[in-house]
């Protein structure tokens, strides 16, 4: 087990931190909105909204003030807008003979129940499980932002991504 | 619907979205009132912050973002009630401002002197010395001045109504003019009392 959980990167509650997160909203919204739009039919178009700006809140805290917000809100976007398509495809009763995408194997589900138990990781995983999966980033970049190695946030990643699937199999 | 509209719509959405998921940590609206533009904020426990219209309201809300949580979002429907009783209060219906409050940006002594001031009653003024006195520490009248300058909620816990012991109405946080208008608000008599 990694034994640098703590103090890689505190952020003092010194008023230099993030944003109110209605700044974001304002300023990110319509942007969002055209990504949901060029993606996706107009009746879904709504709930990519939503679920982009949701996913983006919940993490909110813990993001690194120097996050380039406009990047990673795309990537968000667009993974939300393959969710929501997917879900919809799912929802059809016609049989087609299109089986469902395969999930990779390092990518956890973004299903409502695995936030609640990101919420429940240690902090380095939680940051490194959020930059990199929800976020997009490479470790590379990942290590920038919490601090410490690349090795160690891979690890931090497989360490978070093992507790995670040992609670989402129960 | 133009994307204005569409975006507001999504907006109001969202941010319902967010309380009912329990991640709108910091719900504010800004309202119109008789004293200027007020700007409202409360957390899941009760109002946090009431700031003037000669507070920056931008730097407010990046200080509530950095002191409580940056899940800081616009939502009027949690300030309905709020808004409600400031309004009533303000426009002489109603003797107090009777609603949750988060002093989660005060603590100890600062605390104690904000927790006490609905003691003095509408209409009534006490004076730095007495507050001293009232919360055992008659030396700190120093204090008292300050905790009452720091006040973040201010109108719903009355600071207004502490004054200089000489009868003069000393700082107020809304500027003097706001609260030479509250204390003339409450020394009129209550028309429905």
Known sequence: MPSSEHGARGRPHDGAGLPPFELVVREHGPRVLAICRSRLDAADVDDAWSETFLAALSAWPDLPPDLDVAAWLATVARRKCTDVHRARTRRRTDPVAELPEVVTEDEPDEGEGVWRHVAGLPTKQRQVITYRYLGGLSHARVAQLVGGTEAAARRAASDGLKALREKEIR | ?193
């Open chain 2, 1 to 193: 619907m133009n994307d204005r509209e569409l975006l507001n719509r999504l907006h109001d959405r969202f941010t319902a979205d967010a309380a009912a998921a329990g991640l709108l940590d910091v719900a504010y609206r800004v309202i119109d009132s008789p004293l200027g533009r007020l700007l409202v904020a409360a957390t899941q426990d009760g109002v946090v912050r009431v700031a003037f219209a000669l507070e920056d309201h931008d730097a407010v809300l990046a200080d509530l973002a950095a002191r409580v949580s940056p899940r800081v979002l616009e939502a009027p429907a949690r300030l309905d009630a709020v808004t409600r009783a400031l309004t009533d209060y303000l426009d002489g219906r109603s003797r107090q401002v009777d609603v949750p409050v988060d002093l989660r940006l005060l603590r100890g002594y600062r605390r104690e002197v904000v927790g006490a001031l609905p003691t003095i009653g509408y209409g009534r003024t006490a004076t730095y010395a007495e507050m001293a006195a009232a919360t055992g520490r008659p030396g700190a009248v120093r204090a008292v001045g300050s905790a009452c300058a720091n006040n973040p909620v201010p109108l719903v816990l009355p600071c207004h109504r502490v004054v200089r012991s000489d009868g003069s109405e000393g700082g107020y946080r809304g500027g003097p003019e706001a609260k030479r208008q509250l204390l003339a608000l409450e020394a009129t008599p209550f028309a429905t009392a």
